[in-house]
T-cell receptor, first 114, second 117 residues
Framework: AQSVSQHNHHVILSEAASLELGCNYS??????LFWYVQYPGQHLQLLLK??????LVKGIKGFEAEFIKSKFSFNLRKPSVQWSDTAEYFC????????????FGKGTTLSVSS | NAGVMQNPRHLVRRRGQEARLRCSPM?????VYWYRQLPEEGLKFMVY????????ESGMPKERFSAEFPKEGPSILRIQQVVRGDSAAYFC???????????????FGEGSRLTVL
């Protein structure tokens, strides 16, 4: 079935550690890709997005993601996490072959200890 | 982002009652989406509307759930005869349509948390 998969359900890191959250999708066609973040008790906010062009995209707060078309992946990275990065992270995809709405992965909870 | 307004933020209903959740999109956005979030399940797409038109309701349960986005006023997600399994956070999002293209980028409200007793 077509889907968006996030490999890690819960990631626990210490401050200053590097972060990589995996995201794979199974849709064909042209895709737009997103990472959203949900801080505790808050609404979802856009971290970064990829529509076309340079497959390495930079977002807010030092996050970046790389689109690898051959691997159907859009992994999120940050070189050095902070305690304030504790949140839930969602990968999302819209494909011209998969309907009209953004489809989300199940999310990854990141806990950063100080 | 306080642009997308949802109310109520919290709603408690007893089984069999009706729940109505409202959403006003960001200024200038004419497209509204509703998602449901359950613990450890991420956000599930429910319905996509523009004013006076349902564009995609493929994620809506076949019974008890309905949505509208009238010409005037907010979008409303209506759940009739609620059951405990309807307890969840319901998020509304709006999107701009740039040059006739839906990029998929969404702006979310703060959600309405429905608890069914």
């Amino acid at each position: 079935a077509q889907s968006v998969s996030q490999h890690n359900h819960h990631v626990i890191l210490s401050e200053a550690a590097s972060l990589e959250l995996g995201c794979n999708y199974s849709y064909g066609g042209t895709v737009n890709l997103f990472w959203y973040v949900q801080y505790p008790g808050q609404h979802l906010q856009l971290l970064l997005k990829y529509f076309s062009g340079d497959p390495l995209v930079k977002g807010i707060k030092g996050f970046e993601a790389e689109f690898i078309k051959s691997k159907f992946s859009f992994n999120l990275r940050k070189p050095s996490v902070q305690w304030s990065d504790t949140a839930e992270y969602f990968c999302a995809v819209i494909s011209n072959q998969a309907g009209t709405a953004l489809i989300f992965g199940k999310g990854t909870t990141l806990s950063v200890s100080s | 982002n306080a642009g997308v307004m949802q109310n109520p933020r919290h709603l408690v209903r007893r089984r069999g009652q009706e729940a109505r959740l409202r959403c006003s999109p960001m200024k200038g956005h004419s497209h509204v989406y509703w998602y449901r979030q359950l613990p450890e399940e991420g956000l599930k797409f429910m319905v996509y509307l523009q004013k006076e038109n349902i564009i995609d309701e493929s994620g809506m349960p076949k019974e008890r759930f309905s949505a509208e986005f009238p010409k005037e006023g907010p979008s409303i997600l209506r759940i009739q005869q609620v059951v405990r399994g309807d307890s969840a956070a319901y998020f509304c999002a709006s999107s701009p349509i740039l040059a006739g293209v839906n990029t998929g980028e969404l702006f979310f409200g703060e959600g309405s948390r429905l608890t069914v007793l």
